[in-house]
């Protein structure tokens, strides 16, 4: 058995663009990448092809290898453990005031998963937002109103969804 720690992608590019005193449209313009698409990329929402993380690592000016860890498991078991507080707490661009705590993000068994612990302030309204990925919410504490389309469900503490497609929270 080995612990694999695979790297966070979006959060590197980030790092990398900051570190070079660039702003999305100009990584944009030097990668032939819309800077749509580079803000979801660094928000944890799209999971770019090679062929684009190869166009970011060029406008960046670093190996391909810098943005990804091209790591094979070859037949072995491979865990993660992530021990309670120890997840990163990040505020994302994007965030309208939520904050993020990513608890877990791996590509383990072919994979793509991400978990985080997203902190909503009373009150808040987010923006409807696009994934194309699955998602599962659990209401830990207190309650939310959570809108998918035209639909509004008002989830209480404890309440489990599961859904995919276009939703936003109230």
């Known amino acids: 058995m080995r612990n694999v ?11 990398l663009r900051k570190e070079r005193g660039m702003n999305l449209q100009e990584v944009s313009d030097k990668s032939d990448i819309t800077a749509g698409l580079l803000s979801r990329i660094e928000n944890f929402r799209t999971l770019p092809s090679l062929p684009v993380l190869h166009n970011i690592s060029m406008a960046l000016n ?3 290898s810098e943005l990804v860890d091209l790591v094979g498991n070859n037949g072995e078991s491979n ?5 309670k507080g120890q997840g990163e707490k ?4 994007d ?4 904050l993020y705590e990513n608890i877990l993000s791996t ?5 793509n998963l991400q978990v985080s612990v997203v902190s909503i302030p009373a009150g808040i309204y987010r923006k ?5 990925s699955m998602e599962l919410i659990f209401v830990a504490h207190g309650s939310i109103d959570y809108g998918i389309g035209d639909h509004v469900l008002q ?3 404890g309440d489990i969804l599961f859904l995919t497609g276009v939703f936003r929270i109230l």
């Open 62 to 64: 670093v190996p391909l």
């Open 107 to 111: 590509g383990l068994a072919e994979t």
């Open 155 to 157: 989830l209480q503490q």
């Open 79 to 83: 865990y993660i453990l992530v021990r």
């Open 5 to 15: 720690e695979l790297g966070k992608v979006g959060r590197k590019i980030r790092q």
């Open 95 to 98: 965030s309208q005031g939520l």
């Open 90 to 93: 990040e505020e994302r661009e």
């Open 128 to 132: 409807p937002l696009s994934n194309d």
